[in-house]
């Protein structure tokens, strides 16, 4: 199924289907292969270059560094949504968290991590978008 039949053009397009995942664990042990394209407070993002018409996104929430399956979740969301809305050439992505976001001072679910978090996820992609043009 491409982008095109529900109306979304490819690039920053609002869809997330198949096509602009990182499913297979071989896709993902390749992009893991090459050294770290940035790090932030909480994440590493890596990137490869691809040969699809379209950037894809792979996204790893480690148990051992969100042990609430909320936390999980709502962090996976909020890469996604970024992801649909930045921009990105043709590259595969995989954002790691690399740091423990649940605290007894700050809980995950604490309005002020998540903005803090989303805030580090967009200087991430807007950082790759800028340097692969």
Do not use: W
């Amino acid at each position: 199924m491409d982008s095109s039949s529900n109306g979304s053009t490819g690039e920053g397009s609002h869809d997330f289907a198949r096509a602009r995942r990182i499913v297979k664990t071989d896709e993902f042990s390749s992009v893991f292969r090459l050294r770290p394209a940035q790090k932030s407070a909480h994440f590493v993002l890596y990137t490869r270059p691809n040969q699809l018409p379209n950037a894809r996104l792979g996204v790893v929430v480690a148990k051992r560094l969100a042990p609430r399956a909320v936390t999980r979740n709502t962090i996976k969301r909020v890469t996604r949504e970024l992801f649909r809305t930045t921009a990105l050439p043709a590259i595969d992505c995989v954002v790691r968290l690399s740091k423990a976001v649940n605290t007894k001072a700050g809980p995950a679910t604490n309005a002020k991590l998540k903005v803090m978090l989303r805030l580090e996820l967009v200087r991430l992609f807007e950082a790759q978008a800028k340097a692969r043009r």
